[in-house]
């Protein structure tokens, strides 16, 4: 299938600081890629689309000053959590669309830990 | 709104088969998936069903759709130590639109 990377797999920061988070499409472009968090043993939760060339569209509670989205290329989303507090911590997943958009594929993820 | 259940947990004996079921409630859904979630990695989609199928089969795995039930589910055959994880099934109204999740099954495959 087809494979879509994030960057890093694994990140501590301190509360305070931004991070950013890539998600990449390697084999096919996506004009759209969709960002989920997932808390321990919970489900997927959408926080937000992004758009290639305009604004992502946020979810209703997900502070979009906060986790700021940019769509920079059709291979390329990045996720920067702004100061970031320790309840940020989660697993972010993204994901994006293939072959017409039948097949979505995701990211293998990326642990944030906020201290 | 929308909204998918699954049960929590499923113990099997390995070689038997494993049937993870799911429902949903939006009658729109158009495309529903199986993805499978090893700890700390990612999502694998495993098989897509479109709304107007009742039934897909791709190796040891075959699903079933009940459009009238809102009941789709995931049966593994020949179940082996290697699908233990934690099964998620999705639903989307349109291609390329963003999944609804449900809470995601865990599949425990005993030797």
């Known amino acids: 299938g087809a494979v879509v990377s994030q960057h890093p797999s694994r990140v501590i920061c301190k509360s305070g600081t931004s991070v950013k988070i890539e998600c990449r499409s390697l084999?096919?472009?996506?004009?759209?890629m969709f960002w989920y968090r997932q808390f321990p043993k919970k489900s997927l939760m959408l926080m937000a689309t992004?758009?290639?060339?305009?604004?992502?569209?946020?979810e209703q509670g997900v502070e979009k000053d906060k986790f700021l989205i940019n769509h920079a290329s059709l291979t390329l989303s990045t996720l920067t959590v702004t100061s970031a507090h320790p309840e940020d911590s989660s697993f972010y997943i993204c994901?994006?669309?293939?072959?017409?958009?039948?097949?979505?594929?995701f990211g293998p993820g990326t642990r944030l830990t906020v201290t | 709104g929308e909204d998918v259940e699954q049960s929590l947990f499923l113990s099997v004996r390995e070689g038997d088969s494993s049937v993870i079921n799911c429902t949903y409630t939006?009658?729109?859904?158009?495309?529903l998936y199986w993805y499978k979630q090893e700890p700390g990695a990612g999502l694998q989609l495993l098989t897509y069903?479109?709304?107007?199928?009742d039934m897909k089969q791709d190796q040891r795995l075959t699903v079933l759709l009940n459009k009238k039930d809102k009941h789709l589910s995931l049966r593994i055959a020949d179940t082996q130590t290697g699908d233990s994880a934690i099964y998620f099934c999705?639903?989307?109204?349109?291609?390329?639109?963003?999944?609804?999740f449900g809470g995601g099954t865990r599949l425990m495959v005993k030797p």
């Open positions: 994901s994006a669309p293939y072959v017409a958009g039948y097949e979505q594929y």
């Open positions: 084999d096919f472009q996506a004009t759209t």
């Open positions: 992004s758009n290639e060339g305009s604004k992502a569209t946020y």
């Open positions: 939006d009658s729109s859904s158009t495309y």
């Open positions: 069903i479109f709304s107007n199928m």
């Open positions: 999705a639903e989307s109204l349109n291609a390329g639109n963003m999944l609804t």
